[in-house]
């Protein structure tokens, strides 16, 4: 004899696993949208590929605004100081990025930045030399999300210690 529990249980199981089979015809539709110039406009931060560099760009709502970009303390790079960029003018297309630099500081060189908005949560840049023909891909992210997360993250370590 089957137990009135069980049944009920199984009956639940099985319209679970039919439910969770059958493709979201509302999600499967629907296609992402491009982020806009005004969704990308803020402070976004990270490092190159081989983690040798950090940028910080600042994207401004009048499609102008600055880069700079820096090695960490610990490396021999460091030295080289602080390279600062002015943005003559960034646009978005699609997803496609495209961002206009001009050299401020000495130490910086010819360079152009271009790349992907992947939605408002990162941008996929490639950075290269004008003159010398190297390139260089970088991931960035919105620096107010990166600190949200990071102290969220020590706050709960030191919680747990």
């Known amino acids: 004899m089957i137990r009135p529990v069980t049944l009920v249980c199984s009956i ?3 319209f679970s696993l039919v439910l969770l089979s059958q493709p979201c015809t ?6 992402a949208s491009p982020a806009t110039a005004k969704e990308l406009v803020g ?9 040798l560099t950090f940028t910080g760009l600042d994207l401004r709502a009048d499609s102008t605004g600055y880069c700079a ?3 960490p303390v610990d490396t021999i790079l460091h030295d080289y100081g602080v390279q600062v960029y002015r943005i003559k003018k960034w646009s978005i297309s699609g997803w496609d990025l495209t961002i206009d ?3 401020v500081t ?3 060189e010819s360079v152009y930045l271009k790349g ?9 840049l490639e950075i290269g030399g004008v003159k010398d023909k190297w390139k ?13 997360s990071n102290q969220e993250t020590k706050h709960a370590i030191d919680e747990a210690k």
């Open 43 to 51: 402070i976004w931060v990270g490092f190159d590929d081989d983690d």
């Open 101 to 103: 630099v001009a050299p």
């Open 106 to 108: 000495a130490n910086a």
């Open 12 to 14: 639940l199981m099985t």
């Open 69 to 71: 970009r820096t090695s």
């Open 26 to 31: 509302a999600q499967a539709s629907k296609k």
């Open 136 to 148: 260089m891909g970088m991931l960035l992210s919105p620096e107010s999300r990166v600190e949200a």
């Open 116 to 124: 992907r908005a992947r939605g408002i949560a990162s941008l996929k």
